[in-house]
């Protein structure tokens, strides 16, 4: 497998070329801004989220551009990227001089939910579009909407509905909670907290703890305490990591059902399944689960030497819709361009019936996965099985309880 600093080396590479071309004046073209499709990939390319979105959500950019042979209506299409580094005023930063420098027509991406609030309001004040692949507060989607963000892979709201349904289905009932102390966080386990309640469960607490944390050991014997039969981590990439590391040593999983909310198919590899066996997670995607996913994922895997994760699944399927929008539009001016993205479907290895709706959400099915036993895996990747599919119009909050100012009186067809 190809380090992280190698891969980082292929995609700067890329993102000097980019540079380069920005520099260069492009010749104009009616309908477009400056004769160039701009692409910007930002996101966490270093730090503890990086396996999930960084360095492979540039490749997954790439391999949508690809499609198009680099050009769209006779456009040329550049892809840039560049680290967050996980701090709101340095995506806020990049964003400002993208869009009022580098002609910047769209980000992607956006790994984390701070970040992500921060560039959406600076996007919207220059009416830029935003794809948003591993931003995943349902306040995006609510009281924070924008006419020009569409949230693609999923959110809180949907990872709950999803786990609450399954998990007390299986006989999961009274729950605990452990919570990160950052906007996903919180709206995941109150999202969540709503919706075990709604299926006749109840919550029996609650530990936050600061991001990046090392030791959870207070807060796993005040779950074992509790006397719950689920433990739910609001957590995301090297938080989860290191809970389920400790979980283990604990041998919680013994007395109760470990649901870690937000794993990706990189934290599944990272823990391995010795820990990570037996535990269920809501997905977006899973490489393995069609022969169009896996053959998408094969590719994918000879550019960045690891399978896709769903955030990287989805900023493939965003970017590759944009461009389709954009060709249909024959143009890259947002407003007409964020018509064609709401008018069409989303068909591709991500989305297989995929809509995009008034509030920004992009409605599609997300999958219940259970982490498989060593003996049953058949290669470095083999990590999971899918137990069962959950309908996106099931599993997406109805238009009806909507807080987003963009949505007017929805009919009972527009759920």
């Known amino acids: 497998m190809h380090s992280l600093p190698s891969l980082m080396a292929l995609a700067a590479a890329g993102s000097l070329a980019a540079l380069s071309a920005l520099a260069q004046p492009a010749a104009s073209r009616p309908g477009y801004s400056d004769g160039v499709v701009r692409i910007g990939v930002l996101t966490d390319m270093s730090g503890p989220t990086s396996a999930n979105s960084g ?3 540039v490749v997954a950019a790439q391999m949508a551009v690809d499609e198009f042979n680099g050009a769209v209506n006779g456009v040329k299409i550049i892809v840039i990227w560049a680290d967050h580094q996980g701090k709101p005023d340095v995506g806020s930063t990049i964003a400002r001089q993208w869009f009022d420098r580098d002609g910047v027509d769209v980000i992607a991406d956006m790994q984390g939910s701070p970040i992500g609030l921060a560039v959406q309001g600076i996007a919207r004040e220059r009416q830029r579009i935003v794809l948003l692949a591993s931003s995943t507060s349902s306040d995006f989607t609510g009281k924070a909407c924008s006419p020009y963000t569409v949230q693609w892979t999923g959110d809180t709201y949907s990872v709950a509905v999803s786990a609450a ?4 289905a299986l006989g999961g009932k009274r729950w605990f909670f452990v919570t990160v102390d950052q906007a996903y966080g919180h709206a995941l386990t109150r999202d969540i907290t709503e919706q075990v309640r709604k299926a006749g469960g109840e919550v029996a607490g ?5 991001a990046n944390s090392s030791d959870f050991a207070p807060l796993l014997l005040q779950a074992q305490a509790s006397g719950a039969d689920v433990l739910a981590l609001s957590t995301s990439s090297g938080d989860t990591i290191n809970l389920m590391k400790q979980i283990n040593e604990f041998g919680i999983s013994r007395s109760m059902r470990v649901v870690p909310l937000q794993m990706t198919l990189p934290d599944t590899h990272a823990v391995g399944l010795d820990i990570a066996q037996g535990t269920y997670e809501t997905a977006f995607f899973y490489w393995n689960r069609t022969p169009e996913t896996r053959a998408w994922s094969e590719q994918f895997f000879k550019r960045a ?12 399927s965003s970017v590759r819709s944009y461009l389709l929008a954009v060709q249909r539009a024959g143009t890259d001016q947002s407003e007409s361009v964020m018509r064609e ?3 069409h479907p989303v068909h591709d290895v991500f989305a297989s019936d995929g809509m995009i709706r008034q509030d920004g959400k992009m409605v599609h099915d997300i999958y219940l996965l259970r982490a498989k036993a060593p003996s049953a895996s058949q290669g470095e990747w083999d990590l999971d099985d899918v137990v069962t599919t959950l309908p996106g119009s099931e599993v997406s909050r109805p238009l009806v309880e909507s807080q987003c100012p963009l949505v007017k009186a929805p009919s009972a067809t527009s759920q």
């Open 341 to 343: 993205l709401r008018s």
């Open 55 to 57: 360095p492979g959500s």
């Open 305 to 316: 030497h690891f399978m896709p994760s769903g955030f990287q699944a989805g900023v493939y």
């Open 206 to 210: 609650n530990a936050v703890f600061p």
């Open 165 to 168: 349904k399954a998990i007390t």
